[in-house]
């Protein structure tokens, strides 16, 4: 007969301070083999976030919060969040309904992916640096938007911009939409249900950007827990993880003004975008961490050179992409 398995969280609701509690759930994390990258990089900075969310705490709070004693509802509300996400393997971001891309805060649940996205960092400085001298920014879009955070992102660091954002889901539409509601966007962020530029009105684009499902389907099939937990469409990218991504390239060359750019954060699928769209002068940009996983195509490689509507003969799949898909740094914490 099986012995039952030792309850992981035996013990915890004697842990008096947030203190302990940062030490034992790092030490849980770690030991259940939580995968991260969703919303921090590390058990400590994970476990800490957890902490100060579910006590109601700013997550700039200084080390004597953890000195703090707790009362007994919530020393249970740790014990009964950390369970879900050691046991139950829940993304943080799902029980917390919320996620950060640097001070900009967005409401996730179960409907959209949790954002993460190099793009942060390259917003709007990097990509404004790829346009000609003195150009302005007035049209935008972002393509697969899900939660809305890059068009909204988009919005902030180009002032001036109209932007679009299209998703095919309408469960991540209806999230998007509160999303540029809580950051005051609705008069400059238009939404549009459309499998890539399908259903969107025509535009001339100074930008498209896209951080689209690029996972071939075989990789999405053995994802952690946590990741499985997301959408299954914003991580399938087909058999080689190109299927959408060719749809996009394809359709861009007719959305781009003349000195427009489209940009995709493709994963590690660096060695396959520059086999299969050589002829279209594919650009990386370089990002802090050096996986330089966002490419950039020119309107004017995409219309002298045509678009490319499938694989080339003996195009296979890249070398397996990152399972948390680019995950961002966490934010600054100096309860610690």
């Known amino acids: 007969m099986r012995r039952p398995a030792a309850d992981p969280l035996a013990g915890a609701a004697d842990l008096a ?13 770690e030991k259940a083999g939580v995968a991260l990258g969703q919303v921090a990089t590390d058990a400590h900075d994970e476990a800490l976030y957890l902490i100060l969310r579910t006590l109601g705490l700013p997550l700039e709070s200084g080390p004597a919060v953890l000195r703090r004693s707790l009362k007994p509802e919530e020393r249970a509300r740790l014990e009964a969040v950390f369970r879900r996400r050691a046991v139950d393997r829940v993304p943080a971001a799902y029980l917390t309904r919320e996620a950060w891309l640097g001070p900009h805060r967005f409401l996730v649940d179960e409907r959209v992916i949790i954002p993460r996205s190099y793009f942060l960092e390259l917003i709007p400085g990097a990509l404004a640096a790829c346009l000609p001298r003195g150009t302005r920014v007035r049209r935008a879009v972002d393509v697969c938007t899900g939660s809305g955070c890059l068009a909204i992102l988009l919005a902030h660091g180009f002032p001036e911009a109209q932007v679009d954002a299209c998703d095919l889901s309408a469960d991540a539409l209806d999230v998007a939409r509160v999303n540029v509601r809580e950051h005051h966007l609705a008069d ?13 009105p025509p535009a001339a684009y100074d930008l ?16 952690a827990p946590e990741f499985a937990a997301e959408p299954r469409m914003a991580h399938d990218g087909g058999r080689d993880g190109l299927v959408i991504i060719r749809k996009l390239i394809h ?10 750019l489209l940009a995709i954060e493709v ?38 050179a045509g678009t490319v509507t499938g694989p080339r003969p ?23």
């Open 17 to 29: 301070t947030p203190g302990a509690w940062l030490a034992f759930a790092t030490a849980l994390l």
């Open 188 to 200: 400059r962020v238009g939404l549009f249900r459309s499998d890539v530029f399908d259903a969107v």
């Open 208 to 223: 498209i950007i896209s951080n689209p499902p690029y996972e071939p389907s075989a990789h999405v099939d053995t994802q």
């Open 251 to 260: 359709q861009a060359a007719n959305r781009l003004a003349p000195h427009g």
């Open 267 to 304: 994963g590690g699928l660096h060695a396959a975008i520059n086999r299969e769209f050589a002829a279209l002068r594919p650009e990386w940009l370089p990002t802090q961490d050096g996986s330089d996983c966002v490419v950039v195509f020119r309107a004017a490689s995409l219309t002298a």
């Open 314 to 336: 003996n195009a296979s799949a890249a070398s397996r992409p990152s399972t948390s898909r680019s995950p961002q740094a966490p934010r600054s914490r100096r309860a610690r």
